[in-house]
């Protein structure tokens, strides 16, 4: 391709094509005519040699060339906008915004309390908005709609920046009086009751299927290596939720050690290891890389970092 013929306006055009996938909505969110936005297309397909967009009985459909182009595209715009904006330097004591974060209720419970203990001494001005993994979808933190996510998470578009938090290990949680602590072992455990609880990725969940132990997460899985399966009588998704069902009954809750740990001034609890070896859970933080060179957003990111490290 010849950098010459190349008006850098198509860029933003495919941009849009890709994520919109509909002409008519494209030229709306560019404020165009749809002849004017079917005119950037054909210079597209010239410009790169490929159809990009095919219509199917489905809508229109990017083809395989334009699905490696996407990401490029939108970290060759990033780029650009890097350049032409003004450089100013980012003050967190002044600075006036609202930071959108989705968080699972295990990283809004552990992580978020000791940020914001932070923000309200080093950037008063900043407020968060804490969305839940069903607020958001893939699209939305691609389109830079949200800041980040904060969860585990099973899969991650190439595209997406991401890092660590932490890792953590795991606890269990029962009522200081459940039968099992007289004698406390695998086979008392799995011979137990257990509350189910997990919320991986982002957008709206779906139903468990008890029998597929792969998809029920770390701990099912690691006690699958050993041939055995537990007696699940409650799934949730929210980790608050299920502790509270622990404290209340005689059913045993497996839960990542930091979450676990809020509990343990609670004289109806107790805490203990697991009777078995479940591997440790990785917290994650993902953005797009349409905020990758962002002063503020490059500043909360190490916000969160440290205070990860901290904890």
């Known amino acids: 391709?010849?950098?010459?013929?190349?008006?850098?306006?198509?860029?933003?055009?495919?941009?849009?094509?890709?994520?919109?996938?509909n002409v008519t909505r494209a030229a709306n969110q560019l404020g165009l005519s749809q002849p004017a936005m079917s005119n950037g297309l054909k210079?597209?397909?010239?410009?790169?040699?490929?159809?990009?967009?095919?219509?199917?009985?489905?809508?229109?459909?990017?083809t395989e060339r334009a699905l490696e182009l996407q990401p490029m595209v939108r970290e060759a715009l990033a780029a650009i906008d890097q350049v032409i904006q003004p450089n100013r330097d980012f003050s967190p004591a002044e600075a006036r915004r609202t930071f959108r974060i989705m968080a699972s209720d295990y990283a809004e419970s552990t992580l978020i309390p000791p940020l914001l203990k932070q923000l309200r001494v080093s950037a008063p001005g900043i407020s968060l908005d804490i969305m839940t993994p069903s607020d958001v979808s893939f699209v939305d933190v691609e389109q830079g709609k949200v800041d980040m996510v904060i969860n585990?998470?099973?899969?991650?578009?190439?595209?997406?920046?991401?890092?660590?938090?932490?890792?953590?290990s795991f606890s269990c949680v029962m009522r200081a009086d459940n039968p099992i602590l007289q004698?406390?072992?695998?086979?008392?455990?799995?011979?137990?009751?257990?509350?189910?609880?997990?919320?991986?990725?982002m957008g709206v969940g779906v139903g468990v299927n008890p029998e597929d132990v792969q998809r029920?997460?770390?701990?099912?899985?690691a006690i699958g290596r050993l041939g055995r399966k537990r007696d699940i009588s409650v799934f949730t998704r929210h980790y608050q939720v299920a502790m509270l069902l622990a404290e209340q009954s005689d059913l045993i809750v497996t839960v990542p050690t930091r979450m676990a740990q809020l509990a343990s001034s609670n004289p109806r609890v107790?805490?203990?290891?697991?009777?078995?070896?479940?591997?440790?859970?990785?917290?994650?933080?993902?953005?797009?890389?349409?905020?990758?060179?962002?002063?503020?957003?490059?500043?909360?990111?190490?916000?969160?970092?440290d205070v990860g490290r901290q904890l």
């Open 152 to 168: 585990r998470f099973d899969s991650m578009p190439q595209s997406f920046h991401q890092a660590t938090i932490w890792s953590d």
């Open 216 to 221: 029920l997460g770390w701990v099912d899985e």
């Open 270 to 305: 107790v805490l203990r290891d697991p009777p078995l070896k479940i591997p440790p859970l990785e917290l994650k933080m993902a953005w797009s890389p349409l905020l990758q060179q962002s002063a503020p957003h490059r500043w909360m990111r190490r916000l969160i970092l």
């Open 43 to 62: 210079r597209l397909r010239e410009l790169f040699d490929d159809p990009l967009l095919v219509r199917t009985r489905e809508g229109m459909m990017p």
């Open 183 to 201: 004698d406390y072992n695998l086979d008392s455990y799995l011979r137990a009751q257990h509350i189910w609880v997990s919320k991986t990725g």
């Open 1 to 21: 391709m010849n950098l010459e013929r190349a008006d850098l306006n198509l860029l933003v055009y495919l941009d849009v094509l890709l994520r919109e996938r």
